[in-house]
């Protein structure tokens, strides 16, 4: 029997799980995306600092499984009607095309910027690893410009006040590993300075992590309060200049580096193409993850919404979509019969500084050091293979016994 040519495209949670589940026996595999690794997103913010190193939650594609063929490339276009998408090389801009019999759309989506005048310009943001290496490098920067001897106070108080903007998991995460780095490692490099050290949360909305249990919400905002994390709540940006971010309320903060993460909104690639979307422009699939009216072309992640199912943006949907999705294309080379998806939801955790953790699980809602523990062993085993496990264990056990690295290359 001839083997159907199956194009995923992306390298992310819902492609990913795709790619691992399904059979090089069945299908003729093909990954295109501009990005030739995986990465473990939920260790991504302890990247920024050092706690673990960059290497050690990535996984490349062209190892990930053999027999696959992968082209380091976005799609730009995908023609339903002859079956074939365009591409073009995400180095050199080459352009080329592909033929396909089963098409997965796994493309994710982007950081959303509402429009805000400057973000793009002057923010940083937390998806990939490129994201968390220019965050690392900005945070030394800072620290040694504003080491300069003679330097204005003023000017010492704007390079070292860190503002993270948005009070999700990314950004409350984000803003827990930044306070690790200073209180155990940069207290020690950098004594003068560290007392005009801030760290500021902005979040347009009432509560931090606002799809916690609200007891766990409440307990973030006072172990913040602890660890001097100037909390705002109800404090929308209105406008980022180079050195100041303008609130709604009229006030100027002025500020040294900014980190926006304020949820998703979807791809211009994704936005352009020519199949029914939701109002968020995610596309819509039914419960086998067919775009509506195509039974050959898939769509799963971030990217996508199973129409009247509407489930979180996240890492978990995301994987056991792919999962499932590998077993149904698997299921259906043989013939055989696939049941519609049905999604398992397994709590969510999150990390607070200070050896703390959250964890809001259907059984049980914990916090505190023990539940820090419960926090890296999932993590642990979440890991999607065994170098990553044994590496992100060794950056841990580096970093309690020799603290993390501050130098600036
Ligand atoms: C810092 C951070 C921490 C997170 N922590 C958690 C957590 O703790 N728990 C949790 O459940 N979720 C978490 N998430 C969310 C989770 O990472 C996403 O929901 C998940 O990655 C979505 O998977 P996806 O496959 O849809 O997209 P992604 O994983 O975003 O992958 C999209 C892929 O598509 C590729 N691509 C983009 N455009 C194109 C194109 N035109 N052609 C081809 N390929 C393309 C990209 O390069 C990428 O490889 C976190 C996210 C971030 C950023």
Redesign the pocket.
């Known amino acids: 029997m001839k083997k159907q040519k199956l194009i995923i495209?992306?390298?992310?949670?819902?492609?990913?799980?795709t790619l691992k589940g399904v059979d090089t026996h069945l299908y003729d595999v093909v990954v295109?995306?501009?990005?030739n690794h995986?990465?473990f997103?939920?260790?991504?913010?302890s990247t920024t600092v050092g706690t673990i190193e960059f290497r050690s939650i990535i996984e490349p594609i062209r190892s990930a499984k053999e027999n696959i063929t992968y082209y380091h490339?976005?799609?730009?276009g995908i023609d339903a009607e002859k079956n074939s998408i365009h591409?073009k090389n995400a180095l050199d801009g080459n352009e080329f095309d592909l033929p396909f019999d089963q098409l997965i759309i796994?493309?994710?989506?982007v950081s959303n910027t509402f429009g805000i005048e400057g973000v793009e310009q002057y923010g940083l943001f937390?998806?990939?690893l490129t994201d968390a290496r220019a965050i690392r490098q900005r945070i030394i920067e800072n620290f040694e410009r504003a080491s300069t001897p003679n330097l204005p106070f003023e000017e010492r108080k704007r390079l070292l006040h860190f503002v993270v903007v948005g009070g999700g998991?990314?950004g409350v995460?984000?803003a827990a590993e930044l306070h690790d780095f200073l209180t155990e490692d940069l207290v020690d490099s950098y004594p003068n300075v560290i007392p005009d050290v801030s760290i500021t949360l902005f979040e347009a909305g009432d509560a931090l992590l606002n799809t916690f249990d609200a007891a766990l919400s409440e307990y973030t905002i006072k172990i913040f309060q602890r660890q001097k994390i100037s909390v705002r709540l109800q404090s929308q940006v209105a406008k980022v200049e180079a050195d100041d971010i303008l609130l709604r309320d009229g006030s100027r903060v002025p500020y040294g580096m900014m980190v926006w993460?304020t949820g998703?909104t979807q791809?211009d690639?994704?936005k352009s193409l020519p199949f029914e979307r939701d109002r968020g422009s995610r596309l819509l699939t039914d419960e086998y993850f067919h775009l509506k009216g195509f039974k050959h072309i898939y769509s799963?992640?971030?990217?996508?919404t199973i129409e009247g199912n509407l489930l979180?943006?996240?890492?978990?949907?995301?994987?056991q979509e792919?999962y499932y999705l590998a077993k149904c294309l698997n299921a259906v080379a043989k013939n055989r019969p696939v049941k519609p998806f049905i999604y398992h939801h397994r709590g969510?955790?999150?990390y607070i500084g200070s050896n703390r953790a959250l964890a809001d699980l259907p059984q049980v809602k914990g916090r505190g050091f023990s539940t820090w523990i419960f926090w890296r062993s999932a993590?642990l085993t979440k890991l999607v293979s065994w170098k990553n496990k044994i590496l992100v264990v060794f950056d841990w056990m580096k970093t309690f016994i020799f603290g993390r690295d501050s130098s600036r290359f």
């Open positions: 495209l992306g390298s992310g949670f819902g492609s990913f799980s295109v995306s501009p990005r995986f990465i997103t939920p260790l991504l913010p490339a976005y799609c730009t591409c796994g493309v994710g989506a937390l998806k990939e998991p990314t995460e984000f993460s998703n791809t690639f994704v799963l992640g971030d990217c996508a979180p943006a996240t890492s978990q949907v995301a994987q792919g969510m955790l999150a993590y």
